[in-house]
């Protein structure tokens, strides 16, 4: 199986942008869904089957991240922005998989039912616990905030490798091998 060394191969990069649409919409909806009465019970509705369209995905992406290795970082990136790149993926993979499990968790726990669509529920994954419930909604709340920190900081990153370094980072997730 070959492929060019300094690019994701493909499924790595449609994953990539399609999650990142998928994350950028959640955080949005979650935002609009506290701030709106009006609005709460739509995007309630989209909320549950994006998060899960998440969590699977990204178990998907992880597969392939395992299986396909990413291209290496510029030889001349310092080392504290190596590791801060290498530390903030894994960051971001541990939370597009938490995320949507501690919602599941939560609304199973608050005794509510997880309809992705008509006809279509989850099973609850935890037992009804009023208590319980109140910890992973802050739990859930407060991982919102570190993943919007966290997509901040890797968009600042990647804008920062396109136009400060022009090193190529951006380009391995932004193009094929192939691609000019």
Do not use: C, E
């Amino acid at each position: 199986m070959s492929r060019d060394a300094g690019h994701f191969n493909l499924t790595a990069r449609v994953l990539h942008w399609l999650m990142a649409v998928l994350i950028l919409t959640m955080l949005f909806v979650g935002v609009t869904m506290v701030a709106s009465l009006h609005w709460r019970p739509m995007l309630v509705d989209l909320h549950r089957p994006l998060g899960i369209a998440i969590l699977l995905l990204a178990l998907v992406r992880l597969f392939n991240r395992l299986r396909h290795r990413p291209p290496p970082l510029p030889a001349d990136l310092p080392a504290w922005q190596a590791a801060a790149a290498h530390a903030s993926h894994w960051v971001l993979y541990g939370l597009m998989l938490a995320m949507p499990l501690v919602g599941w968790a939560m609304l199973s726990a608050g005794g509510y039912p997880i309809q992705m669509w008509k006809g279509v529920l989850l099973p609850p994954i935890l037992p009804h616990d009023v208590a319980l419930y109140a910890a992973l909604r802050s739990a859930h709340s407060l991982l919102a905030y570190v993943l919007f920190a966290t997509v901040v900081l890797h968009l600042s990153a990647a804008l920062f490798h396109l136009w400060v370094r022009r090193d190529g980072v951006f380009q391995a997730m932004a193009k094929g091998p192939g691609d000019r």
